[in-house]
Every structure is written in structure tokens, then in C-alpha cells.
């Protein structure tokens, strides 16, 4: 286990010699990986002052100095491989059955990879990753993983993406399983406040170590790898830092073609990064929209104006969850867009005639959203309350869902063009939306959908105007990270920035 004031010469293992290799070929690319993710990703406000959020504290994993250098390493390394490496297809076609299609290799393995020469056999690998859990511990984050990790990475994904075939396939590829370790640790030791010793910065570098000749080699199965490793990032990035953690993966999914249709395991990784780039464009405020544009979430071809009737052709309640994910990033890269044509004075044709079209349209797909919800999404329960409503869902897809729904009208609404003419009833009313927002995470108890409520709660909570309402809402975020181990309490000092005031708990 390494410490934080860990000597990264001492106990060097006989990979170690490659790793030196490596790291020098990462720091011989960073300044051209870099300005690739400028010119592929721009963020035409790169002050880090677009999150409102002052509050943030970072934890001792964050400053680490082991993890830091670590971090830095494997961005580098995902934005060179995008830089170089050429779609070897238009678009990852979809596999027979769907997602829960078998891999012909597990992701990450080398022997997934037909440009290495280091091919090892099935057995071999097994041993490999099973000498990998006969640590102490190791096991047990292996079965945190499957019982409280997974569910909120699969959250709109029945199939169990994460949960079911991401094990399966890493008992033959060592650079997955540790990687699925790593972010169970993580998750562990946040929820469990344990301080100073990280088995999961042990487990990320050696998930890093084993992963970097497979991204050297241009291979497209270290992307639910390198996606696994974000989400250990993301649960103690600070919000000023949220973008910058998501870059490598969104560079990935540009360069090897996978977009929210590829089909397979793929379509359900690029879902599970998508909800995470969606908040990373909430945190921004209206500044910036999402690091993968909408438009390349659909499939090559599709005009963005037959995005409903994609969806729609699917026949999923997972991607009717998933389409509302999309609507909401939708929203933001609007806002965004006009915000910066407006503040900015940037060219991208976001005028006010442009605006108030696609504003009227995304305020009807959103509204046509919530009516064709299939039967499996709506709630079973609605009960209005004092404060704030009780809205039980059955479906987990459904919780997020919805409540990403009424963000984004909340956003739109706040946003409504003068010119707008709005629609009677409660759906015009943004605290009417605020409230449902709070009240579906009050209601429903699915841990897996409780750490991607935090913006949401943010967007809902800066609309609140009682001091009960406050009070609920600051034990429902203090809750959450208590919970899941996920970083959220850092919003309820932006909130009580909003409010004027600080809450008692």
C-alpha cells in the first residue's frame, strides 16, 4: 500500500523499468496533447471561475502527490492516443443481442490488442488476476463493487453492463480488474472517512502501469477502462477541475467513432460517461456545454431534428431514460451557446431569431418526453406533501431521468425568450419543477441514483425560499455523500451562498 509520503523508487517490481519508459513518453507528448484538446474540445471560458462553487476542500487522496502526477500521466496519455490514433471505423457497429453481446476479448487484456506481440492465453490471465485477488482486501472491494458501485454506473442500463459482463471480463484482463478495484476502494474509504493509507492509489497506479502500452497501441477496449478510472477521479474532483478530468475519455470517443448507439458494451460506457459530462456542463452555470457535443451522441448521418424519432425507435426504456440525458445536454450546449454569443460576442450564429427556434423545439421534445414516457417510467405514487411531493418510481432509469427532465426545464424557462409565449399550468412554474427535483430524491431510496441528483438539487435548491425547505435539503446532500461516498456536500455551501445564509444541521 502506498502512503503519501511514499518513495516511488523503493520495492521497484521488474515492470517498474517499463514504467520509467512510459512515463517519459508521456511527459515527451503532454504539450501536443494539449493543444490537441484545445483545438478538439475548446472552452471558450478557461479561467476556472464558470462553477459557482467556492466551498471545495480537497481531500488527502486528491492532493496526493502520487495521485496528482499519476492523474496527469494517464490524461496525457488518453489525449495523445485520440491525437494519433485513426478511427479504425465510421461508428462501432452494434453487437448481435445488443449489449448483452460477449466481448471476443476482455477489454484492457493484451490479448484484445492484434498490434502487441505480448498475446497471452485465457489460463494465463486468469492466474494473473486471480493472484490479483488473493491480496488481503481485494476481494472485498470486489464485491462492494458489484453490490454498491455498479448500480449507479448501470443505472440506465438493464442489461447490467457494469455490474454483469465488466467482472466477467475482467477475470482475463488484470488492467480491468484493477481498475474496478481502484474505484471501489475509493469508494470506500470516502464512505467509510478513512485517512492517510489508500489501497485505491495503489490499485490506480498499477491499473495505469498495465494500461499504458494498451493505449499506446491504439486499442479501442481500453475505453471502459479508462472510463472506470474517470469515475474514481470524479468522486473527489473539485468542480473547478470536473472538465478537465473528463477531457481523455471524450477525446477517446471521438477518435475511435463510439457514440450513444454503438451497440454493446461500448453504447453502455459512452451512456454512463455521457451523465457524467451532462453534470460537468450543469456545474458550469449556463458558460459552457458538454464536452461531447450532443450531436455526436446520435448516430453519423442523424439530424439532430430526428433525435426523437431515434430514441424512439429503440423500444427501450433505457434509452427513453437515456434520451432525456440527451435533452438535458441539449439545454446546456443551447444556454451555453447563447451565453457565449451574447457575453462573448462569439460568431456561432446563436442570434435571438436562432435562440427562440430552438428553444421552442427543445421545450417540445422535453414536454413530448415526459408524455410518451412508457409505462415502466411513470411513478406509482404521487402524493403532494408540504414541502415537497412524494414521487415513487419503480424503475431506477426513471428517477434520474425525470428529475433531469425538470432541470432542463428549469434551465429553459429561466431562459425564455420574451417573445416566448409560455404554457399555462404548473409545467411553466420553475419551482414547481424545483420541487419535484427534491422530492423524487426524498422519495426514492436507490442508491444508485442518489450522487447524480446532487446538480440537479443545486439547480432546484437556489429556487427554494423557506427555511424548512433548506433545512431538508442540506440533510438530503449531507445523506447522499454519506451513503454513497460520492463528493457532495462541497454544493451546500453554494447553496447557503444563494440563500444568504448558513443552515444549522
Known sequence: MLSPGHNQNEGRGPGDDERVQNFGFVTSTMAAAETATRATHPSPLQDDTSSPSTSWLRDEFARDPGYVAYQEELRCLMLNTAQTAA???????????????????????????????????????????????????RLQYLKNYVAKVAPWLDMFDSSGAFGIQIPILARSSPALLYAVLALSARQMERKERRKQAFDSLELYQEAIRLLTPLLQAHDEHIIPICVILCCLEMMSAS?????????????????????????????????????????????????????????????????????????RNTNSVDMHANYAVYLCACVCDLIARRTRFVELGEANGCDADTFSHQ????????????????????PIHVVETKHFPQILFTHWAAISSTQLYHTACILLLDEAPRSQELPSGNVASPVWHAKRICGISLTNPHEGCLNNAIQPLWVAGKLLSHRSEHALLVELIHRIEETTGWGTSWRIADLEAAWGYKVRR
Request: charged share 20%; aromatic share 10%; with cysteine.
Open 359 to 378: 428553444w421552442e423545439c427543445l421545450w417540445e421534445d422535453l414536454q413530448a418526453w415526459i408524455a410518451d414516457r412508457p409505462p415502466e417510467m411513470l
Open 87 to 137: 478511427p479504425t471505423r465510421e461508428a462501432t457497429p452494434a453487437a448481435p443481442g445488443g449489449a448483452d453481446a460477449p466481448e471476443t476479448h476482455a477489454p484492457g487484456s493484451v490479448a484484445a490488442s492484434s498490434s502487441t506481440n505480448k498475446t497471452k492465453d485465457v489460463q494465463s490471465l486468469y492466474r494473473e488476476t486471480g493472484d490479483v485477488l488473493a491480496h488481503p482486501h
Open 239 to 311: 468542480a473547478s477541475d470536473w472538465r478537465k478530468h473528463l477531457e481523455g475519455c471524450a477525446a477517446l470517443f471521438d477518435a475511435f467513432g463510439v457514440h450513444g448507439f454503438s451497440g454493446g458494451l461500448l453504447q453502455a460506457v459512452f451512456w454512463c460517461y455521457a451523465r457524467m459530462d451532462v453534470c460537468g456542463a450543469l456545474i458550469s452555470d449556463g458558460t459552457q456545454g458538454t464536452l461531447v457535443p450532443p450531436r455526436r451522441w446520435l448516430l453519423p448521418g442523424t439530424d439532430e431534428r430526428q433525435a426523437r424519432q431515434l430514441f
